[in-house]
């Protein structure tokens, strides 16, 4: 149990959120809320994957379009998933919310990928310029 405080008190302070004591049985939040709000960052996440990797490099060659609106997009759809996914999180921390650490661990992989995309979408804008 100590673990898990730990856990709790690290996570909270990552996001900025301020740690709230744990909740009765009876006052639970609703799922739907927390569901909504981490599937949208989820959706997002995976538009962004199928623009930046099938879209973007494969569709628009095709049809003979490319232009340079592609790497500003992808830059565009990178920060508004991971603006969404840390806004899902800090939902969960913030209510406390009793699944919090499940989806922990799918938020951490997902945060990492898009922070790596992110970073190396930045390195080829400034390599172009």
Request: net charge neutral; aromatic share 14%.
């Amino acid at each position: 149990m100590a673990m898990t405080e730990t856990i709790d008190r690290v996570v909270a302070r990552m996001l900025w959120v301020t740690p709230v004591p744990p909740p009765n049985d009876d006052d639970l939040p609703g799922d739907q809320p927390a569901q909504r709000a981490f599937g949208l960052s989820l959706i997002i996440s995976g538009v962004r994957c199928t623009i930046q990797y099938v879209f973007l490099p494969i569709i628009l060659p095709l049809i003979g379009f490319t232009g340079w609106f592609s790497l500003p997009l992808v830059i565009f759809l990178d920060v508004l998933a991971l603006w969404l996914l840390i806004s899902s999180l800090r939902y969960f921390w913030r209510t406390a919310h009793p699944r919090r650490f499940d989806m922990l661990p799918l938020a951490t992989v997902v945060l990492l990928l898009i922070f790596g995309s992110l970073g190396f979408d930045l390195w080829q804008l400034f390599a172009t310029l």
